[in-house]
Nanobody, 116 residues
Framework: QVQLVESGGGLVQAGGSLRLSCAASGGIFNTVIMGWYRQAPGKERELVAIISSDTNTNYADSVKGRFTISTDKAKNTVFLQMNSLKPEDTAVYYC??????????WGQGTQVTVSS
């Protein structure tokens, strides 16, 4: 059973930084895409950043230059370093794992709150 365990959310002031982590377990992950989506109250879930097995990345325009996604392949872990946080970054952040042979896996979500 594949599980995604997230950590690192919290409350931070505008301009601050947070680092999210997501560890995948319960499977062998070769060709995959991992990443982060977020959902703010009253809004649809949206892509934040994703990274492929060959380290190609894709970022939402709203986070480019502020967020950096990376992986530790040996630990099946994906990280999201979030700098220069803004109040509009406030949302529940969900870890995402796509192994292409079934619907994507999702983490339970971690709250990020940025105060102004």
């Amino acid at each position: 059973q594949v599980q995604l365990v997230e950590s690192g959310g919290g409350l931070v002031q505008a301009g601050g930084s947070l680092r999210l982590s997501c560890a995948a377990s319960g499977g062998i992950f070769n060709t995959v895409i991992m990443g982060w989506y977020r959902q703010a109250p009253g809004k649809e879930r949206e892509l934040v950043a994703i990274i492929s097995s060959d380290t190609n990345t894709n970022y939402a325009d709203s986070v480019k230059g502020r967020f950096t996604i990376s992986t530790d392949k040996a630990k099946n872990t994906v990280f999201l370093q979030m700098n220069s946080l803004k109040p509009e970054d406030t949302a529940v952040y969900y870890c995402y794992l796509n192994i292409f042979t079934r619907p994507p896996y999702w983490g339970q979500g971690t709250q990020v709150t940025v105060s102004s």
